[in-house]
């Protein structure tokens, strides 16, 4: 059984460029490649730590508004380098969110990708 049939939740693609950024550092921590409620994966320039956890912020589209984002607490579970050997793929589990930003994510799933 691989990854996608143990989900509950499918993830959605992302067609556009969204930013995700690691509060703790103050940086981008890559681009948003798909998303569901309990988890995302993203693509990166740099080799994230894998096991750790990380305070996220998920920039939203303009259809949510000026300066938008969605705030949550995820763990880094595996990182595989892509075909750009310059750029690397990661997995995130969201492990911490209030409801609030679940709305946000939700409604992004729903209406915007």
């Known amino acids: 059984m691989n990854i996608q049939d143990r989900r509950k939740h499918p993830r959605k693609k992302v067609d556009r460029p969204l930013i995700v950024n690691d509060l703790d550092r103050g940086e981008a921590l890559g681009c948003l490649v798909d998303i569901s409620i309990e988890g995302l994966m993203l693509i990166s320039p740099d ?3 894998v096991n750790r956890v990380f305070q996220l912020s998920l920039e939203l589209p303009e259809e949510f508004g000026a300066s938008q984002a969605a705030l949550f607490g995820a763990e880094s579970l595996w ?3 892509s075909n750009d050997p310059w750029k690397y793929w990661v997995g ?3 492990i911490d969110i209030a409801p609030e930003q679940i709305g946000k994510v939700h409604r992004l799933i729903e ?3």
């Open 47 to 49: 080799p994230v730590e």
């Open 79 to 81: 990182r595989e380098v």
């Open 92 to 94: 995130f589990q969201i």
């Open 111 to 113: 209406e915007c990708l």
